[in-house]
């Protein structure tokens, strides 16, 4: 079965750090392009971070350019967020995401949850 | 960069027709055929229903169609069921980057 599965997630101060995981199983991990997406308590979708296949590429919204990094491990099969200096509006359920390019995006985690507050 | 414009909210009845618009700007929506369509129900993750305009995954049921004309790109659920009472989210190119952009999200209520 194909899938991705979050970890890593929980309640930091602002200002700390967080490192999200995601364990990917049932296809070639490094035959993709892989994203991280997040949705705020009751706001919609937005795409934060993306990262080629051999990890020679990556790109961030402008929010988190600078705090966050993406990052993977092939031989894991596995994807990673560094998330450091973190604000409030950084709280979310992050998704780990299959990415075939030209968002088009086919295999999503269950999400883990990140909250920032003090 | 600005997300995509979707209507807040639409709503029809068992077996009616409607219509999800995903309004943009020539730099995003009108730049490229690359519009995809994302079911979300609540407490789940999304669910890619269209995307490349107008092509369905393997399983998604053919009510599910989609479309385009200049800046907007459309999702038209025809037959509507209960279990299609859900948010639809459309994504495109957002101008230089190559990340997504997402619209803000419509929810669907089925009467």
């Known amino acids: 079965e194909v899938q991705v599965v979050e970890s890593g997630g929980g309640s930091v101060q602002p200002g700390g750090s967080l490192r999200l995981s995601c364990a990917a199983s049932g296809f070639i991990f490094s035959n993709y392009w892989m994203s991280w997406v997040r949705q705020a308590p009751g706001k919609g979708l937005e795409c934060v971070a993306i990262?080629?296949?051999?990890?020679?590429?990556?790109d961030y919204v402008g929010s988190v350019k600078g705090r966050f990094t993406i990052s993977r491990d092939n031989a894991k099969n596995s994807l990673y967020l560094q998330m450091n200096s973190l604000r409030a509006e950084d709280t979310a359920v992050y998704f780990c995401?299959?990415?075939?390019?030209?968002?088009?995006?086919?295999?999503w985690g269950q999400g883990t949850t990140v909250s920032v507050s003090s | 960069q600005s997300a995509l414009t979707q209507p807040r909210s639409v709503s029809g009845s068992p077996g009616q027709s409607v219509a999800i618009s995903c309004t943009g700007t020539?730099?995003?929506?009108?730049?490229?055929?690359?519009v995809s369509w994302y079911q979300q129900h609540p407490g789940k993750a999304p669910k890619l229903i269209i995307f490349?305009?107008?092509k369905r995954p393997s399983g998604v049921p053919d009510r599910f169609s989609g479309s385009k004309s200049g800046n907007t790109a459309s999702l038209t659920i025809s037959g509507l069921q209960a279990e299609d009472e859900a948010d639809y989210y459309c994504c495109s190119h957002a101008g230089g980057y190559t990340l997504g952009l997402f619209g803000g999200g419509t929810k669907l209520t089925v009467l």
């Open positions: 990262i080629k296949e051999d990890g020679s590429e990556k």
């Open positions: 020539s730099r995003d929506v009108g730049a490229f055929n690359y």
């Open positions: 490349n305009v107008i």
């Open positions: 995401v299959r990415d075939l390019g030209y968002y088009v995006m086919d295999v």
